[in-house]
């Protein structure tokens, strides 16, 4: 059983052999791909032409464009259904407490300041270690508290840079 959320709207999709169900309804369809990632769809005497946008394997989500409309997908499999259910699905939130130096190097750049709104995967700060230079990213959302260096300073492994 998995649950699916498009748009916001809810759905229990169960799959049984060669057979769908949608909120305990038979789903009969012929799919057909067309191209890398383009599908001919005939549902209920009815045409469709699908197209993967995007697809996000950690969080669980998948952009489609049928006929024209734009429809984001979110699927919880039976372990994301067991969390919600025993409340721990939330313990691995996109939340930061701190960023650590991930090398030792030479900070080159900072992108952001104290205050800022970050979100995961913004460019917050770029680090130089052994002649390259490095784009570190937000690993998650949170307001930046304290910024612990400062461009031309030296970090080592693990040292602290940014607080949350």
Same mark, same amino acid.
């Given at each position: 059983m998995y649950k699916a959320i498009v748009n916001e709207k809810a759905m229990e999709i169960a799959f049984d052999k060669d057979k769908i169900t949608i909120d305990e309804n038979s789903f009969d369809w012929d799919i057909v791909e067309i191209g890398k990632q383009s599908f001919h769809i005939i549902h209920k005497d009815k045409s469709y032409r699908a197209e993967v946008l995007a697809f996000d394997k950690e969080a669980k989500t998948?952009? #489609?464009?049928? &006929?024209? &409309? $734009?429809?984001?997908?979110?699927? /919880? %499999?039976k372990l994301d259904l067991l969390l919600e259910r025993l409340g721990m699905d939330k313990l691995a939130s996109n939340e930061i407490k701190d960023i650590k130096a991930p090398m030792p190097g030479l900070v080159l750049d900072i992108l952001i =300041?104290?205050? %800022?709104? *970050? /979100? !995961?995967? %913004?460019?917050?700060?770029? #680090?130089?270690?052994?002649k390259m230079e490095n784009v570190l990213k937000s690993p998650g959302d949170g307001i930046v508290k304290t910024? /612990? *260096? !400062? =461009?031309?300073?030296?970090?080592? $492994? &693990?040292?602290?840079?940014i607080l949350f």
């Open positions: 998948v952009t #489609l464009r049928i &006929n024209g &409309n $734009k429809y984001t997908v979110e699927v /919880k %499999d =300041k104290e205050g %800022d709104e *970050v /979100k !995961k995967g %913004d460019q917050i700060m770029i #680090l130089e270690a052994m910024i /612990k *260096v !400062k =461009k031309g300073d030296g970090v080592d $492994k &693990n040292q602290v840079m």
